[in-house]
């Protein structure tokens, strides 16, 4: 069964830091990865995809992920945190032969402090 | 970009009262949608996939006479909470993607709150 792990229920840096949001999946097969972002009372934002081809994937408002096949891995990074970034982020898995099903992390609460 | 537009933002209601939420693809036709529920501070749990012009599919342990689907159209799906009780209460989230691969991704409506007194 696919699954997706999110390490970290909370995640703090300043702003101007580099940050870095784990995520490690389990699926058979090849995966594709998502990273999703949620701010209060909202649905979630599409912030960037893995599907094939080159392991460093950017997406939006600067932030990039790297896919690491043998650690099964994509974490979310970006070089210079802001305030603003302050959000829940999801890490999200489907693969097709799981069908249309998209599974999701727990969620990563990110706090940039000023 | 392709918006989903889901209606009310927020619910408040009595205990026994059937709510519907409406979900719709503005800008797109959307055969699947998904309806998920969310807990404070937890993940989305995905309840049901609804698809247009057939029965929804649910996923184990939601109840389906509880949670009734209906995707009438394309750009439409509604999910209604027959007799809600205060467990109920939740944030309920549709999204749907336009293209039918799962390597596309979901487009999220901004949810509904529904806290049933």
């Known amino acids: 069964a696919q699954s997706v792990a999110q390490p970290e229920d909370q995640v703090n840096v300043a702003e101007g830091n580099p940050l870095t949001v784990k995520c490690t999946y389990s699926v058979s097969g090849n995966p594709y990865l998502f990273w999703y972002v949620q701010y209060p009372n909202r649905g979630l934002q599409f912030l960037l995809k893995y599907i094939t081809g080159d392991n460093l994937v950017k997406g939006s408002y600067g932030f990039e992920a790297e896919f690491n096949k043998s650690q099964t891995s994509f974490h979310l990074k970006k070089p210079s945190a802001l305030v603003s970034d302050s959000a829940l982020y999801f890490c999200a898995v489907s693969h097709l032969t799981g069908g249309f099903k998209t599974i999701f992390g727990a969620g990563t609460r990110l706090f940039v402090k000023a | 970009g392709a918006v989903v537009s889901q209606h009310p933002s927020w619910v408040i209601c009595k205990s026994g009262t059937s709510v519907k939420i409406e979900c719709r693809s503005l800008?797109?036709?959307?055969?699947?949608m998904f309806w998920y529920r969310q807990f404070p501070k937890q993940s989305l749990m995905l309840m049901a996939t609804s698809n247009e012009g057939s029965k929804a599919t649910y996923e184990q342990g939601v109840e389906k006479d509880k949670f009734l689907i209906n995707h009438a159209s394309l750009t439409l799906s509604t999910l209604t909470v027959t007799s809600a009780h205060p467990e109920d209460s939740s944030f309920y989230i549709c999204?749907?993607?336009?293209?039918?691969?799962?390597?596309?991704?979901?487009?999220f409506g901004d949810g509904t709150r529904l806290s049933i007194l």
């Open positions: 800008d797109f036709q959307a055969t699947t």
């Open positions: 999204s749907a993607d336009g293209t039918g691969r799962s390597n596309q991704p979901q487009h």
